[in-house]
């Protein structure tokens, strides 16, 4: 019987922490259990432990690898503060609200993550870290440092919004605190609304 190269080890497993990432913004990370999580992957449930050594592992690799897609995608936006007004405004739109399992790790898991072990709380801090650092170089580029205090405020009130947005039942409101909260983050900013 052959055995499977480090390749194809990798790849599953990036397989499986992309699948499970999807799953954990749509359905929770308390409300995915590991069957679900691998048939998502198109794996077995015995494939699991050849890649992690328990849920928790899981968990924290995939924080860690949704919030590096997060500062990655803020990177590759257009430079300086016009790239990170669009970011803002991506972030604060309906289609971002009402699609949370290709969307912020964030917005969708901060609840649960506050609860997790110590390794998933360090992963989150260190992608949050980079995060921040991305929204602060783009709001002074000279000195990201001088930017921190207003990035983490912009940075919150994102966050929040969107959570507070896909908690209200009433489509109206919701869409009210995605306009109030793109208002807010412009003005924190020292931006004006798009025409």
Known sequence: MARYGTEHKEETRRRIIETAGRRFKQDGIDGSGVATLMKDAGLTNGAFYAHFGSKEDLVAAVVAA??????????????????LVDVVYEYLSPQ????????????????????????????????????IQEMATR????????????TIGLYTMLVGTMQLARAVADRELSDEILAQGLRNALALMGEQPRG
């Open 66 to 83: 949704e919030l590096h897609t997060q500062a990655e995608n803020i990177a590759a936006a257009a430079p300086g503060r016009t790239g």
């Open 139 to 150: 709001l002074a580029p000279e000195d990201p440092r001088s930017a921190r205090a207003t």
């Open 96 to 131: 971002h609200r009402d699609n949370p399992n290709v969307g912020c790790p964030s917005a969708a898991l901060l609840d649960e993550v506050g609860r997790c072990a110590e390794g998933t709380k360090r992963a989150y801090t260190d992608g949050a870290e980079a995060i």
